[in-house]
């Protein structure tokens, strides 16, 4: 846990806006996951957060990765870059998953000598994976309920249970080994149930794909979702771990031949960032007191557009009556308001400092440039 001392004195050193990324945190979540979810492997799913210094901390703990792009690729193979060409190839194949069920030709040609696993939920994908990555295994990304979701995905990806069996052996008579199934629950997951249906759903279509004669499915992919614990109201992950277990054990008990693989990406990374930013300016609009800050929603807080996800401000000074004020980011666009329900000390003025817990996720991800505003300086701190 960074503390507040901390915080100051990082920016005394490097100045703001900062994203400062604890990896102890990262450690311990990623040994949470582990501890809670015994028969998981755990794939960190590299777009939540593709700092290369994140990505090497969970590879040196063990872990695997889901990837999305050449890019997610590379910062994953830096780290076993120096192996040997045959151990490389063998670690890709058992460690990486490509979970983006549509991918360029270009992209799977780039991958097809490392044979990698990649999603599939729809014919046309079939058609390219055979002509562009023939050697490469695959897995049919369901359709499941994102009900309840923070970030919903299900009307993007995935096929439903009537096309699945199909699709399978289509890939099949297409002459692709199909290794097992996936599915997504959607991001942030309160609703424990989209689960629970989602890891029945698969043991049925595992069921009736073995009675159609196919036995060579060994691979089930509950994916991400697993709730970072913003506020109060997230359950802890225990007692989904717990749901998850007690499923996973009674439709798809130990030594049934199916290795049970997960993609915790916010999970891992949300609790393990902090953004600490300065006050610009003070403005009272319609009744309104109004902070700027030097990081907004093009920025570090991009996760409020593209997450969905709302962060809270604490401030170093905590003196004096407090009040429910907007927070703006620094740009010239109307869009740029982080918060307006933050309650904040009435007395802050230019050059304090705030800072946002739990921003990990999402967020100097999908940070930019806009408005000449480079992206807040990452810090790591126990390395
Ligand atoms: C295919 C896939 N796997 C894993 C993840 C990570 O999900 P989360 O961050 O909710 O754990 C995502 C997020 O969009 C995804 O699309």
Same mark, same amino acid.
């Given at each position: 846990m960074i503390t507040e001392e901390t915080l100051q004195e990082l920016v005394e050193t490097h100045g703001t806006p900062l994203f400062v990324i604890d990896h102890d945190e990262l450690r311990n979540n990623y040994s949470i996951f582990k501890k809670n979810l015994p028969r998981v492997q755990a794939y960190y799913a590299v777009?939540?957060?593709?700092? #290369?210094?994140?990505?090497k901390t969970l590879f040196e703990e063990g872990a695997s990765f889901d990837i999305s792009s050449i890019a997610e690729f590379e910062t994953v193979y830096e780290n076993i870059k120096d192996l040997p060409?045959?151990?490389? %190839?063998?670690?890709?194949?058992?460690?990486?998953?490509?979970?983006?069920?549509?991918?360029?030709?270009?992209?799977?040609?780039k991958l097809n000598k490392y044979k990698p696993l990649l999603t599939f939920d729809n014919r046309e994908e079939i058609r390219k994976i055979k002509e562009c990555a023939p050697d490469s295994g695959v897995a049919l990304r369901l359709r499941v309920s994102n009900a309840g979701a923070m970030v919903e995905l299900s009307s993007k990806?995935? =096929?439903? %249970?009537?096309? =699945?069996l199909e699709l399978i052996f289509e890939a099949i008579d297409a002459g692709l080994i199909v290794e097992g199934l996936s599915f997504h629950v959607g991001s942030q997951t309160t609703n424990f149930e989209n689960y629970m249906q989602a890891i029945n759903l698969a043991a049925l279509i595992f069921k009736e794909v073995k009675e159609r004669g196919y036995d060579k499915m060994d691979l089930l992919?509950?994916?991400?979702?697993?709730? =970072?614990?913003? $506020?109060?109201?997230?359950?802890?992950f225990s007692e989904l771990a717990k749901r998850i277990n007690t499923e996973l054990d !009674?439709?798809?008990?130990?030594?049934? +031949?199916?290795d049970i693989v997960a993609e915790p990406g916010r999970f891992i990374v949300a609790t393990a960032a902090t953004a600490v930013s300065k006050i610009i300016g003070k403005a009272v609009r319609h009744g309104k007191l109004c902070y700027y800050i030097d990081d907004?929603?093009?920025?570090?807080?991009? @996760?409020?557009?593209? $997450? %969905?996800?709302?962060?809270?401000?604490?401030?170093?000074?905590?003196?004096?009556?407090?009040e429910i004020c907007t927070?703006? +980011? #620094?740009?010239? $666009?109307?869009? $740029?308001?982080?918060?307006?329900?933050?309650?904040?000390?009435?007395?802050?003025? !230019?050059?304090d400092l705030l800072y946002s817990k739990n921003? @990990?996720?999402?967020?100097?991800?999908?940070?930019t440039y806009f408005n000449g505003f480079p992206p807040a300086k990452v810090i790591h701190v126990n390395l």
């Open positions: 777009k939540a957060n593709p700092e #290369p210094l994140i990505v060409e045959q151990e490389q %190839h063998d670690w890709l194949w058992k460690n990486v998953i490509y979970a983006n069920p549509i991918k360029a030709d270009d992209t799977l040609k990806f995935g =096929a439903s %249970h009537d096309e =699945a992919d509950i994916g991400g979702g697993f709730p =970072a614990p913003y $506020d109060e109201s997230v359950k802890p !009674r439709l798809f008990p130990v030594g049934c +031949g199916v907004g929603v093009y920025h570090t807080f991009s @996760g409020v557009i593209f $997450d %969905h996800c709302q962060y809270h401000f604490e401030p170093f000074k905590k003196d004096g009556p407090t927070v703006f +980011g #620094p740009t010239c $666009d109307g869009l $740029d308001v982080i918060s307006m329900t933050e309650e904040l000390p009435s007395i802050l003025e !230019r050059g921003i @990990g996720a999402y967020s100097g991800a999908t940070s």
